[in-house]
């Protein structure tokens, strides 16, 4: 008979998924007498899909917890820093708004949205609540040289290579935790008589058994979807982006500013996101084929790039249907990363889903295969409600826009096209700002100041907006943003140039 105890965890794939799937596991789950032994098995020559180059700032917790000092995923990632999303042109084409990862003062506890609505004139939302915004446009950092590593002045998350990240990731586990490492094609899947997955045969002859599988297998989901045949739940008539072209370009400057946000231009038929690396930049072009050909969104690329000299590489094609499984977690399997869901790169979701749901297994770790099918119901139903708020999240950034100049924008501001739930909030926040209300769960994908950011950042004002506050808190709210422009000021003279303080904390040491 089979040992109910879960021991043996195999991960299949790797890539950010595998690699942060196995050594979450192994730093916090393989010490101990009950040590869990954690295997991945990857094909060899297995090419990234690679858009994951931002992170949130739940990286730096991720990164401290596997032991991993930030000084060596700035040097060997070619890491910066990210500090939130510059959003150009999404409400009516000339429009500049900011979503930053810092919380405003005081929020949650005084009425902020109330104070700025009566303020004349009313200024950009997210400058009137924090700093953030004109620091990232100053090209300032998020802490100093003597901020210890991954704690923050201002919250922050990363940008890096991730053809780079992975491979520091997988040094680390192998030498650091312990992982064990096979390189091999998977020939066939056995099951157990039951229908658990039992064990994955190798073309080389390996029978490589394990307890618990994790599938990070990408978009091909050969153990969640091929094998356990858990059916796909596309999102495409809510948002529509399939495809992508992406691209890899110098600097017009090596030794310019360096941005510390994500940059996201819209444009007719979809929008353009720009990341700024120390070394160069990576660019590319969202599209949906119902709304824009190929050769249209390589036009809208290029026109993108032409005046900022950035030469004529030619970009990649990236396919996906925008979606998620059914269920996340099917008899003894786990799908992560790509082989569970993906939308599109917009706010920069994909690493934080991987880091949420390998924490969540860690937390909630069954011990036998008596709790397994527990656990997977809790994290079913944590990870669909998760992934119904993500698509919420996003589609908020489409359906506000006043865009009208193309059937793609026309298309996104149809009220048919809009989920439920976010038309009932969208008719409460007409009425009183996002707060923690809406909100339930306790490990929220997004805080209800991200929802502000881009409700007030995308003009959504109505008479009732502010919500009613007392007067003592308003007044307390209305000295809270007057003297932002004085603690704003203070924060560009304390921080450093961005470019300057990584190449600082890479140099040496």
């Known amino acids: 008979m089979r040992s109910a105890r879960i021991q043996e965890v195999l991960i299949l794939g790797g890539g950010s998924a595998g690699w942060l799937a196995a050594a979450l596991l192994a730093a916090e789950r393989g010490q101990g007498e009950d040590a869990l032994r954690v295997t991945l098995v990857e094909s060899p020559n297995t090419p990234p899909i690679g858009v994951g180059e931002g992170t949130w700032p739940t990286m730096r917790d991720t990164l401290r917890r596997i032991g991993l000092s930030e000084r060596d995923l700035l040097r060997h990632a070619d890491a910066a820093f990210k500090q939130g999303s510059r959003f150009v042109g999404w409400r009516n084409g000339q429009d500049v708004y900011h979503h930053p990862f810092s919380l405003p003062q005081g929020h949650g506890e005084l009425p902020l949205v109330a104070a700025w609505a009566a303020a004349t004139p009313r200024s950009d939302f997210a400058a009137a609540v924090g700093p953030q915004p004109a620091v990232c446009l100053a090209a300032r950092a998020p802490k100093q040289s003597s901020t210890p590593d991954y704690a923050a002045v201002l919250n922050y998350g990363y940008h890096f290579d991730a053809g780079r990240f992975v491979p520091l990731l997988q040094r680390h586990a192998v030498q650091h935790l312990g992982v064990r490492h096979h390189v091999a094609h998977v020939q066939r899947v056995e099951r157990h008589t039951d229908g658990d ?109 032409a005046p900022q000299g950035s030469g004529s590489a030619e970009p990649r094609l990236i396919r996906f249907d925008p979606g998620h499984r059914a269920r996340f977690w099917e008899r003894n399997c786990l799908a992560v990363g790509l082989a569970g869901g993906f939308i599109e790169p917009l706010e920069a979701s994909a690493l934080a889903l991987i880091e949420l749901s390998v924490q969540q297994l860690c937390d909630d770790f069954p011990t036998d295969r008596a709790a397994m099918d527990t656990v997977a119901r809790r994290m079913n139903d944590t990870l669909d409600y998760r992934w119904g708020r993500l698509v919420e999240f996003l589609k908020l950034h489409y359906v506000l826009s006043e865009r009208s100049d193309s059937a793609y924008w026309r298309a996104h501001r149809d009220p048919s096209s809009c989920p439920e739930r976010l038309r009932e909030q969208l008719q409460l926040w007409a009425h009183r700002p996002p707060s923690r209300r809406d909100l339930p769960m306790a490990e929220e994908l997004f805080p209800s100041a991200s929802y502000q950011y881009v409700l007030y950042g995308m003009g959504f004002a109505t008479p009732g907006m502010g919500g009613p506050a007392r007067p003592d808190e308003q007044r307390a709210a209305q000295a809270l943003l007057a003297d932002q422009p004085a603690r704003t000021q203070r924060l560009l003279a304390a921080l450093p140039d961005h470019r300057r303080l990584l190449q600082e904390l890479t140099q040496g040491h």
Do not use: K, M
């Open 197 to 305: 997955l039992a064990a994955l045969h190798t073309e080389a002859g390996e029978r490589l058994a394990a307890d618990l599988f994790i599938d990070c297998s990408g978009l091909q989901a050969r153990l969640i979807g091929q094998e356990l045949g858990v059916p796909w739940v596309s999102q495409r008539g809510v948002l529509f982006n399939d495809r992508a072209l992406a691209v890899q370009v110098p600097h017009a400057d090596p030794q310019g500013p360096l941005a510390s946000q994500t940059l996201a231009t819209a444009h007719s038929q979809g929008w353009i996101w720009e990341i700024g690396l120390p070394t160069r930049r990576g660019v590319g072009c969202v599209f949906a084929r119902d709304f824009a050909t190929e050769a249209q969104a390589h036009d809208a690329l290029q026109t993108y790039l």
